[in-house]
């Protein structure tokens, strides 16, 4: 037998496994049996173990890592806050109802729109069931993607039409890209038509978005960040979570609010700490814990930039007023090198991904006060270099 037809043979035993917990979630056997007919493992899909082959990387996760400059594009800015601004008139009173109900601002729960599906333009390009399947069957993530198949069916039993279950790799669905579990924690029917749809409601998707921020902890009436003028003196090492101040107290110590912006006393009290994406070449941010509240909705500083700078342009703010530098990105392999260093010398305790993270960048600022280098806080070529001898 080739090992494909082996590989499927396995896979519909393990479909077939599933039927007892899918019945207590509520899915009849009719649903079942129609939703996994046919149903064959795309063994194409990233971060799966597949034994005797080499694993993929997840898409989107090129030999170099793209830089702020080129994920943060000025051109894809324009663009989405003129649309933004557009469906913000649109659908004035349900965003009004959503920022006074649930307490997250329509600006935001837009730019998450834009951000997961161009406002609904983009057509995701896997179909779910298969997908959630194969990752539950054979991912690296086996436990996670099982529960999450199992409420893909589920959503299929509650009337979501089978054709409307399209994904990403990673298995989210709709509008505002939800996992199926996280639409039965969050899913919200905001226009009282009977049922949660993030596929064609607009009004449903958004609201949902909304109160998955809520449920993670937005901040009612506080900010996702502020852009700064760090001080000449700032030390970039410090742009870590844990390192909290209230704002005036940044502000006491040179830090500039950008563009001239006025800070409340109010705003002065809330607690925020540095971030720098780009080390000291490009803008700084101080963010409070709304910024940590959209990262809990995508784990990466840009995803957050993005949509956060984006909510401000929709409601009328400028470009960031200090650009992002045309620093060029060194290979994932050479920022894996720099982790790997910086982990045998305890400066860093998180995992080898290649990535210039939060965690890399101040750990990377240690290693440059430590050697008496110049402290940027940024994988330079210079840095692997000296780190190197």
């Not at 779910?128 to 993530?141: D, F, M, N, S, V």
């Not at 978005?209 to 009612?220: C, E, I, N, Y």
Request: net charge positive; aromatic share 10%; charged share 25%.
């Amino acid at each position: 037998m080739p090992a494909h037809a082996r590989a499927d043979v396995a896979f519909d035993r393990w479909l077939q496994s599933q039927w007892p917990a899918a019945q207590q979630l509520g899915i009849s056997r009719n649903v079942f049996e129609a939703a996994i007919r046919g149903l064959e493992p795309d063994l194409s899909l990233p971060d799966l173990v597949i034994s005797g082959q080499p694993e993929k990387a997840p898409p989107g996760q090129p030999e170099f890592v793209q830089t702020p400059a080129q994920y943060l594009r000025e051109s894809t800015f324009d663009r989405l806050a003129t649309r933004g601004k557009q469906l913000a008139v649109q659908y004035r009173d349900t965003l009004a109802r959503i920022e006074k109900e649930i307490g997250v601002p329509g600006n935001v729960v837009l730019a998450i729109w834009a951000r997961e599906t161009d406002y609904g333009g983009y057509q995701l390009p896997l179909d779910a069931i298969r997908t959630l399947a194969t990752q539950g069957y054979t991912g690296k993530r086996k436990d996670f993607f099982q529960n999450e198949f199992l409420y893909a069916l589920k959503m299929i039993q509650d009337g979501a039409p089978r054709a409307d279950m399209r994904s990403s790799w990673g298995g989210a669905l709709g509008l505002t890209q939800f996992l199926p579990s996280e639409f039965y924690k969050y899913g919200t029917d905001f226009d009282g038509d009977g049922r949660a749809d993030n596929f064609r409601s607009v009004p449903d998707a958004l609201a949902s978005a909304a109160k998955q921020l809520a449920g993670k902890g937005w901040q009612r009436g506080e900010r996702w960040a502020y852009e700064v003028r760090a001080p000449q003196t700032a030390d970039c090492s410090i742009g870590v979570p844990e390192v909290t101040m209230p704002i005036g107290e940044w502000l006491k110590r040179g830090f500039v609010p950008a563009g001239g912006r006025a800070i409340s006393t109010a705003e002065q009290a809330i607690p925020a700490s540095l971030l720098q994406p780009e080390g000291s070449y490009g803008p700084s941010f101080l963010t409070p814990k709304n910024y940590y509240v959209i990262k809990d909705y995508n784990f990466s500083d840009l995803y957050v930039l993005f949509v956060g700078h984006l909510s401000d342009r929709i409601a009328g703010a400028k470009a960031f007023e200090t650009p992002w530098s045309k620093n060029a990105q060194l290979k994932t392999t050479e920022v894996e090198t720099m982790q790997q260093r910086l982990t045998s010398l305890g400066l860093y305790k998180d995992k080898i991904d290649g990535k210039a993270g939060m965690l890399t960048r101040a750990a990377l600022g240690a290693y440059q006060k430590k050697n008496g280098l110049k402290v940027d806080c940024w994988p330079t070529a210079a840095v692997l270099e000296h780190m190197r001898r």
